[in-house]
């Protein structure tokens, strides 16, 4: 996609801080963190939001919650809380899906 911010960073055209990568995903602090650990966990794939997951998506889908665990147990994090934000009316602010990954 031509002007998402996120493939960019997934493309590493664009700078971010990458906390995870693997084949299919990406993490990386949140620029505006909500908690002291804040990062958005992504597909490199690029899919709007949620809205727009298809059936074809439900193990990239399944992999994000793996995902999301196994970054907090790299982190050493005891709890968590997982949000994801759907259509700008949900208080999604790039059009990319994303997973938020928060603790502390």
Same mark, same amino acid.
């Given at each position: 996609?031509?002007?998402? !911010?996120?493939? *960019?960073?997934?493309?590493? *055209? ?11 995903f ?7 963190? $909500? ?8 597909? $490199? $794939?690029?899919i709007?939001?949620?809205?727009? !997951?298809?059936? *074809? ?7 994000? =919650?793996?995902?999301?665990? $196994?970054?907090?147990? *790299? ?10 934000? !759907? ?6 602010? !790039?059009?990319?899906?994303? =997973?938020?990954? =928060?603790?502390?």
């Amino acid at each position: 996609m031509g002007d998402c !911010v996120f493939c *960019e960073i997934a493309a590493k *055209e664009a700078p971010a801080k990458i906390v995870y990568e693997d084949e299919q995903f990406i993490a990386f602090p949140d620029i505006h963190p $909500k908690a002291p650990f804040h990062v958005l966990l992504i597909p $490199k $794939k690029h899919i709007p939001s949620l809205n727009e !997951v298809g059936k *074809e998506d439900t193990e990239l889908m399944g992999r994000l =919650l793996l995902m999301a665990q $196994k970054v907090a147990q *790299e982190n050493h994090l005891k709890g968590y809380k997982l949000a994801m934000h !759907v259509g700008k009316e949900g208080g999604q602010e !790039v059009d990319h899906l994303h =997973l938020h990954l =928060l603790a502390g």
